[in-house]
């Protein structure tokens, strides 16, 4: 069974340039997570997916992002513009409960690096 | 709010003794508890949880992790340590909430000196 994939493992943009990260989570998994982990700070929230739905944006740090998760299936993270301080690596966890119980375990990609220069 | 407290930045072990990573919460209601590695260059990976029942969790390439709950700690164990355990360790915690992100500590990067 394929892991969840991250698209690209790399990205370096000058800020006030846009950038599109790409999430693909394990097949038939309902529940899809953004978090991001700045400066090697804790691993923060963005925002929780139940298949093409937001269920949960609270951590979303302002209107520069713009997530979607088109049909259920693989999500897209936009950073527009980019700030300096969005450098960071971005994960996407994704975990299959319809509905995401507490017990649920999140399976975590590989992440993005994104800097901002 | 839940919190997660990882009071180690660095531990260092020497190879074959046995490790410990500690980790304290704070949660509202009956907490889940999750630990995750990651090593160099790839993604976080699953080692354990605690639900529910026995207070020793066993998990992945041999950890384990003791729930304690009048010390709100989910410290992670090893009973001899492997060069190969060498990573970067994160804890986290989730409510019985309507929440369903994880908060997670800052991270423990355990060093296994051969």
């Known amino acids: 069974e394929a892991g969840v994939t991250q698209f690209p493992s790399h990205s370096v943009i000058e800020k006030g340039q846009t950038v599109t990260l790409r999430c693909d989570p394990i097949?038939?998994?309902?529940?899809l997570y953004w978090y991001r982990r700045v400066m090697g700070k804790e691993i923060k929230f963005l925002l929780h997916?139940?298949?093409?739905?937001?269920?949960?944006e609270s951590g979303m740090p302002n209107n520069r992002f713009l997530a979607e998760r088109t049909g259920g299936t693989y999500s897209t993270l936009k950073v527009q513009p980019a700030e300096l301080e969005d450098s960071g690596v971005y994960f996407c966890a994704s975990s299959q409960d319809g509905w995401g119980g507490p017990a649920d375990t999140q399976y975590f990609g590989p992440g993005t690096r994104l800097t901002v220069l | 709010a839940q919190s997660v407290a990882q009071p180690e930045d660095q531990v260092n072990v020497a190879e074959g003794n046995p490790l410990t990573v500690k980790c304290t919460y704070s949660v509202s209601g009956n907490p889940y508890l999750f630990w995750y590695v990651q090593y160099p260059n790839r993604g976080l990976q699953f080692l354990l949880k605690y639900i529910t029942g026995d207070n020793l969790v066993k998990g992945s390439y041999g950890f384990e992790a003791e729930f304690n709950k009048s010390q709100t700690s989910f410290h992670l164990k090893k009973p001899s340590a492997l060069v190969s355990d060498s990573a970067l360790y994160f804890c986290?915690?989730?409510?019985?909430?309507?929440?369903?992100?994880?908060?997670f500590g800052s991270g423990t990067q355990l060093t296994v000196l051969p």
């Open positions: 997916f139940v298949k093409e739905s937001k269920q949960d």
């Open positions: 986290a915690v989730r409510g019985s909430g309507s929440a369903r992100q994880l908060t």
């Open positions: 097949s038939g998994h309902d529940n």
